[in-house]
């Protein structure tokens, strides 16, 4: 095994290779917009190639013992953990996310690593009651196959990590196509470490390009046991629609329209400093950011304030620079989402311009809206985008009606009354939802293997541990 850079090429069977059609891409700094490497265009031919790979290692995978496919996962997770300085920097160039965003996603990934290598040989099965006296019924953990797996460009390294990991620790083989937006340390910086770790030819496998011509493909191959995709709505139900015809398993994490309810009787501060990573957090550009604030109106003026306050305070920059508390969206067709199709729209029907709506490149200032009603496109679409549309109702009921209906990842309801606040968020129709706190601030998604749907209910007393940046600056002076 090399574990020299990837440079423009794929990683297939345990060789890095120019794509079939020999085309390349550029990778992009998002705060710069300098070309920083390049990445191979693959297409249908090079997943043929991966999946036909993937197939014939995953035998031989799957009969090594647990112990020795953990050893492999922990080669992996301690050359990333030796190159960790290298890669926040990449993720922050690629993904245009401050520090504490880059370092928090390569920690996960390598604490995902470790995670995976132990539950591989803690548990092979279970002992079941039996159905009759005399009998003995046992079942056993086996691996599905060959896992294909599409990541997308928010968190491309701990979003792989997430289903690669636990797939290879217990046998299956793996073919990941990420995001063309976040090809390095999406795709070739984890197949760096699994060439460097030496994992057998075939094993992990990683086809970099755009959807059409190298997601579909993977996406709908009759050489796959699984597809595991996270990303869009519209791309997860074409995949699903797909996968139907021939009873195919998937795996899907989808965006959503989150909420956070603000009763009458919150504490505004909390709520406020807690919005900032609800929707602000990595420009709001997550699944799990809140992109409806339902708001009581007994605190809607003191929310309003106080919100606007520590937006108009926020930093928006080069995430290199150490002086930025937001960086760049993505891209340039994210940007025109976020402005033409939901803010402009959005005061056009009737929503104020409270703070931001203006962008100067990629960088977008933190926009508040006020006034918005259930039919602006503030309301009803996930922005992806750094925008707190703040909907005023007049009673608690009201806040919950206009809560469900809508496809919802994670919700947060804050109420000074925890019994209550915990009463609301059980009548919520969101996989998690926190009470008095925001999301991913709680390990949760380490709990949530095979991305069923439960709910978690997170409680958070205090502020604990909030990022500086969420601080109410007339407060902090």
Not at 79 to 99: A, F, K
Request: proline share 6%.
């Amino acid at each position: 095994m090399t574990s020299r850079h990837a440079g423009s090429r794929l990683y297939i069977d345990g060789v890095w290779r120019p794509s079939a059609s020999g085309r390349t891409g550029d990778v992009e700094e998002k705060a710069t917009g300098a070309r920083i490497g390049g990445y191979a265009l693959g297409d249908a031919r090079d997943v043929d190639q991966a999946v036909a790979a993937a197939r014939a290692a995953q035998p031989g995978w799957a009969a090594l013992a647990a112990p020795e496919r953990a050893a492999y996962l922990r080669r992996m997770a301690g050359h990333l953990q030796d190159r960790y300085e290298e890669l926040v920097t990449q993720s922050m160039r690629e993904t245009g996310g401050v520090r504490a965003k880059a370092e928090d996603e390569v920690s996960t990934t390598i604490r995902q690593l470790g995670i995976s290598a132990v539950q591989a040989t803690e548990n092979a099965g279970e002992i079941l009651p039996p159905y009759k006296a005399g009998k003995l019924s046992l079942s056993r953990v086996v691996p599905l196959g060959v896992l294909g797996i599409i990541t997308p460009w928010n968190y491309p390294m701990n979003l792989a990590m997430r289903a690669v990991a636990p797939g290879l620790a217990f046998g299956n083989t793996i073919v990941l196509k990420p995001a063309e937006l976040t090809p390095v340390i999406g795709g070739q910086m984890l197949a760096e470490a699994a060439d460097h770790a030496g994992l057998p030819p075939g094993v992990f496998n990683v086809v970099t390009g755009d959807g059409p011509a190298a997601g579909w493909p993977l996406a709908t191959h009759d050489g796959l046991d699984l597809i595991d995709f996270t990303g869009s709505r519209t791309v997860g139900l074409a995949i699903a629609a797909a996968a139907a015809a021939t009873l195919r398993p998937i795996r899907l994490e989808l965006g959503g329209d989150n909420a956070f309810l603000v009763l009458d009787d919150a504490d505004v501060d909390l709520a406020a400093s807690l919005a900032m990573i609800a929707s602000l957090e990595f420009q709001g550009q997550t699944c799990i950011s809140s992109s409806r604030h339902i708001v009581m109106r007994e605190v809607a003026d003191d929310y309003i304030a106080a919100v606007t306050r520590r937006v108009e305070a926020l930093r928006v920059g080069d995430p290199l620079s150490g002086e930025a508390d937001l960086g760049p969206l993505i891209s340039a067709a994210q940007r025109d989402r976020v402005h033409q199709t939901i803010v402009e729209p959005s005061v056009a029907m009737g929503a104020k311009l409270v703070a931001g709506g203006t962008y100067d490149g990629l960088f977008y200032r933190p926009t508040v809206l006020t006034g918005v009603t259930p039919d602006m496109p503030a309301f009803t679409e996930e922005i992806f985008g750094p925008v707190i549309p703040i909907t005023v109702v007049d009673s608690e009921e009201e806040a919950v009606a206009l809560t469900n209906g809508y496809p919802m990842l994670m919700n947060s309801v804050f109420s000074r009354d925890l019994i209550r606040g915990m009463r609301v968020a059980e009548r919520l129709q969101a996989g998690e939802v926190h009470v008095n706190d925001a999301h991913a601030r709680h390990g949760a998604e380490n709990q949530m293997p095979g991305f069923t749907r439960r709910q978690w209910i997170g409680v958070q007393r205090t502020p604990l541990d909030l990022p500086a940046w969420t601080a109410d600056p007339v407060a902090s002076r």
